[in-house]
């Protein structure tokens, strides 16, 4: 028991486009204004999580051949909200999912060496993957790339970026104004990539950023994701929030570091995670049965349904009982441009699995939808959600959790005044930030020291 | 004289580095190790501010800057090196209130969808207050950074290689405009609803595909971000001659013109006028913004010396796609008058020396206008468009 306490790491997702997020509460307010993120990031700051995270559509949401209206649609530009969030923060890390399918490496790669310049240090990328025809109609690439491609493009893309930060070292510029020297080096920036994916070379125009690279987070699951994450990422942002799930998900990807030469340390497992508080955890029960009452509506349990049945069910009652008929088994799917598709694997056998859980129950169609869809994590009172946050942590299930708060842009707002001043009683959460970069907070090193270790050690 | 009073004048003011003379960085005032922090740009654009501009553009490219016109060089006596213009606007919105914002876009390597939702998203950042100055490139070197697309060598702007080439980068680049304004008005107005009795968040009716379709590219749509306060943000450019003035005259709100005298101004007025009439655009505000290098002093003598000092320090005399103007904001301000007989109807003043003759605009050059009833004494206007005297665009989606 003489192990020391985990820091538990806390970061802040800006509730998105999906029916977690209520925007029918008389609380919630807008999704696009810039005062909505401004309000959010301050909370994140004030509370001293990590970073404040951002994901990013790129086509909107379509089921049934039509754009889908049940839930929050739209949002700004990442980049750009980001960089205007880093004027109404000092310390908090700013993390934004960029697409590697639909961008190009040296454009990517100067957006985010200049958030980093911009921020004084304190950008990240989650490194995100796509493929299909769908997203590519918005684009000049098109839907062009084989799903088998889409990690050796993801890989070569993030492999690329580096090559392109590396391409400056830090001591270029002189700015002598007297000799008139501004650069050292007259082939600063200089650069040539022959891969697969990209064939590029010239000269990067932003100069080496405090952090020298963004911190780079990869969201994906497959055996695959795993190991690109191993290989490449500082975080994973993952999505098994139970005790169980989570411990599996945490030994199986911080084993597969040491291929790489890394050390455990040197990838954080962050998943999401949603929570509702009340004053008791009586109260905040019964409060999350309400929140998720709102979150699926009648219509909405319908769609969700046709996620798995893969057909138009829209002349059932979401009161009424499951289909008999079962889920129809296509390349073509009702629902496009959502992930959640993807996870049914067989829809046959969840079909049959549902069936059986609603006559077992008693439930309806929208019963069944609030029960096995996305629950709230964690549930209780202040000092029930700091513990149990801690037990996960200590545990090993995670290295801390990217919350997802169900209101925008107050959400947030209890989480930080009630259950962060628990974790900092316990001595597990930071009273204050100690650095000022985002690489800091989450306990990695400079890419330039990692860089002089690895020599040192060699 | 007229017995109405002319025109009030509209200033705008680019930024570029320390400044757009090659030797500004070497002046005390310069700050030449603050350039990629945000606190330096931050400083300049609250000056402008101060000064009451319409707005401020910032320089942009996809590859290190050159003192050759159409390839890289290898100099390490200029400054190297620049942030993507579009964050640091949106770093500095939250920083200011007023002034307009409008970042440099290259068009020939970028996605019109990508840059759609990022003006989209500045203009939702600072109130009303995008723009975009969209441009084209054609360097070969800026090519291979990308690798999608390779792009001949040329030696000039002039030869039959070299017309064919722009001919295709500025359609292209029209398309791209195209395609961002579509993207703009893809959400009506009123789409976010937020029914609660039907549960819908949107009316689905008020969302359009743009369904572009070019000869270099087509964009399905709708924008993911919803349309913009301003529903159209500014779009400008820099035009130089009858291919790019088409550019300006069918998909600009301001056009930005290098003349040398207020004879050429009225040439290159009467060409772009005549390009928006055949364009179907004569009943829509388009402004011809006049660029000036400004070198501002006390005197002209002064102003002079200034320059002689800078083009010593660079090695070279200072020449320019625009006039260069050295002397005195009294000065400056006779021959903005002047310009502005010929059609003009603004300015884009490239100060020499940022932080130099930038201060020199918004604490000599304004005052003296506003003496002279040429230039507003406060902000009058919310938006950018309402600081142009542009009306807010209805939706071309939008059932009328």
Known sequence: MSKPLKQIHLAAHFPGVNNTTVW???????????????????????????????????????????????????????????????????????????????????????????????????????????????????????GFLPQEERYSRAKEFLATAHELFDSWHGDEILADQATGTFLRDARAGAFVHRGQHFDIHGRFNVPRSPQGRPVVFQAGDSEQGREFAASSADAIFSRYSTLKEGQAFYTDVKSRLAAYGRRPDQLLILPAATFVLGDTDQEAAELAREVRRQQVSGA???????????????????????????????????????????????????????????????????????????????????????????????????????LVPHITPGGLDPFADKVVPLLQEQGVFRADYEGTTLRDHLGLAHPDEARAAERAAS | ?????????????????????????????????????????????????????????????????????????????????????????????????????????????????????????????????????????????????????????????????????????????????????????????????RDAATGRFIDRDKLHYIDFEGRFFSVKGPSITPRPPQGQPLVTALAHRTV????????????????????????????????????????????????????LDDSRAEAEARRDRLDTLAGEPYTSDARIFTGTAAELADLLEEFAEGGLTGFRLRPAVAGHDLPRITRDLVPELQRRRRFRDAYEAGTLRGLLGLARPANRYAAA
Do not use: C
Not at chain 1, 65 to 90: E, K, M, N, S
Not at chain 1, 131 to 141: L, S, V
Not at chain 1, 311 to 326: C, K, N, Q, W
Not at chain 2, 278 to 290: K, M, N, S
């Open chain 1, 300 to 402: 909405t349990a319908i769609k969700h349904l046709e996620f798995v049945w893969n057909r138009d069910l829209s002349a059932y009652d979401p009161e009424g009982p499951l289909p008999d008929v079962d889920p129809v088994v296509a390349e073509e799917h009702i629902s496009r441009g959502r992930a959640q598709v993807r996870m049914y694997r067989d829809p046959v056998a969840i079909a049959r699995e549902w069936r059986q859980l609603a006559e077992a129950n008693k439930w309806s169609i929208r019963d069944l939808v609030i029960h096995t869809g996305n629950r709230q994590t964690f549930i209780g009172s202040p000092a029930t959600v700091a513990r149990t946050i801690n037990d996960f942590v200590q545990a090993d299930a995670s290295d801390g959790f990217i």
């Open chain 1, 24 to 142: 029918s509460d008389p609380a919630a307010g807008s999704h696009i204004e810039f005062s909505s993120f401004a309000h959010f990031a301050r909370t994140a700051e004030r509370a001293k999580f990590d970073f404040l995270f951002l994901a990013e559509g790129l086509r909107l949401r379509e089921q049934g051949g039509q754009i889908y209206d049940l839930d929050v649609v739209g949002r700004p530009d990442t980049f750009t909200v980001l960089a205007a969030l880093a004027a109404v923060t000092d310390r908090l890390g700013l993390t934004g999912t960029i697409n590697s399918t639909f961008n190009e490496p040296y454009e990517v790669a100067r957006q985010f060496a200049s958030l980093d310049h911009l921020s004084g240090g304190r950008s990240a990328w989650n490194v995100v993957t796509s493929w299909d025809a769908f997203t590519g109609e918005n684009f000049r690439r098109g």
């Open chain 2, 1 to 193: 004289m007229s017995s109405t009073s002319p025109a009030p004048l509209h200033l705008a003011v680019a930024l570029d580095g320390t400044g757009w003379h090659p030797a500004s960085w070497r002046e005390p005032v310069a700050r030449p190790r603050d350039l990629f922090t945000a606190g330096y740009w931050a400083d300049l654009i609250t000056e402008a501010e101060r000064g009451l501009l319409d707005f401020v553009t910032l320089e942009d490219d996809l590859g290190p800057q050159s003192s050759r016109l159409l390839a890289p060089d290898e100099r390490t006596d200029q400054v190297r090196g620049r942030l993507d213009a579009v964050l640091i606007a949106s770093r500095v919105a939250p920083l200011t209130r007023h002034i307009g914002l409008v970042p440099t876009v290259v068009a020939t390597h970028t996605e019109p969808f990508h840059i759609s939702k990022a003006i989209a998203t500045l203009d939702h950042v600072s109130g009303g207050r995008a723009g975009v100055r969209v441009r084209t490139t054609f360097r070969p070197d800026e090519a291979a950074h990308f690798g999608r697309r390779t792009i001949p060598q040329i030696d000039g702007f002039d030869g039959p290689g070299a017309q064919e080439l722009i001919t295709e980068l500025f359609d292209e680049a029209a398309d791209y405009v195209e395609v961002v304004r579509r993207l703009w008005d893809s959400w009506e107005d009123d789409a976010e609803i």
């Open chain 2, 244 to 295: 790019p003035y088409r550019l300006v005259a069918r998909r600009a709100d301001v056009g930005y013109v290098t003349p040398q005298d207020a004879d050429g101004a009225r040439a290159v007025v009467a060409e772009i006028r005549a390009e928006q009439e055949a364009a179907g655009r004569a009943d829509e505000t388009l402004h011809v913004f006049g660029d000036l290098v400004v070198l």
